[in-house]
């Protein structure tokens, strides 16, 4: 079982659409977790950081539940801009040791 | 946030023959430097961890006297692929940390191909 999974995709939507990303960890001793997207042929770029409790940022939502082991996202109204591939990412321990999800790819149609 | 170049963008090479790639951190010191590389299709796979000064830490399967690191200042890491082959050919990606933070500055990117 890889270390972090993510819904294997790929995910068209329409424009305006809600779509929700799943990511799951098998290291319980995880610190921290982010969402980062990237585009095609680019470096990854940080999206949000992912709080126990919930975090928003205009139209992206992330959760967080450590019991489950389990990081969401949710992008309201989806704009052409969020076609991409989002990645989940888990910090084994403190000090940085990043460990990247498959990613998802997400396509927002006109 | 912070700005890390890398260069060259991309690179052709024949197989055999070496290719350095710089990584440089532009408006900050980075104590902690990261080297991934990314298969087509596939997510990022860490290379390679060192801190300033010291030798790198390389992840399991990744032949340290293939990829070569030099990290001999704050703001510079350098990754050298001697003798490559096309297998090689991936995109690479270095990313500095910085200490008592989680957070990570990725470089732009090096496109390698491996004739």
């Known amino acids: 079982r890889k270390e972090v999974e993510q819904d294997p995709g790929p995910f068209n939507v329409p424009e305006g659409a809600t779509v929700a990303f799943n990511c799951t960890y098998s290291n319980s001793a995880s610190q921290s977790f982010f969402w980062y997207r990237q585009d095609c042929r680019k470096e990854p770029k940080l999206l949000m950081s992912v709080y126990s409790s919930g975090n928003e940022d205009g139209r992206f939502t992330a959760q967080l539940n450590r019991a489950s082991q389990y990081i969401s996202l949710l992008i309201r109204d989806s704009k052409l801009s969020d076609s991409a591939t989002y990645l989940c990412?888990?910090?084994?321990?403190?000090?940085?040791?990043?460990?990247f999800g498959p990613g998802t790819r997400l396509s927002v149609l006109p | 946030g912070a700005v890390v170049s890398q260069h060259p963008s991309r690179v052709i090479c024949k197989s055999g023959t070496s290719v350095k790639i710089e990584c440089r951190s532009l408006?900050?010191?980075?104590?902690?430097m990261f080297w991934y590389r990314q298969f087509p299709k596939q997510s990022l796979m860490l290379m390679a961890t060192s801190n300033e000064g010291s030798k790198a830490t390389y992840e399991q399967g990744v032949e340290k006297d293939k990829f070569l690191i030099n990290h001999a200042s704050l703001t510079l890491s350098t990754l050298t692929v001697t003798s490559a082959h096309p297998e090689d050919s991936s995109f690479y990606i270095c990313s500095y940390g910085t200490s008592g933070t989680d957070t990570q500055y990725f470089g732009p990117g090096t496109r390698l191909t491996v004739l």
């Open positions: 408006d900050f010191q980075a104590t902690t």
């Open positions: 990412v888990v910090n084994r321990f403190y000090g940085q040791n990043f460990v």
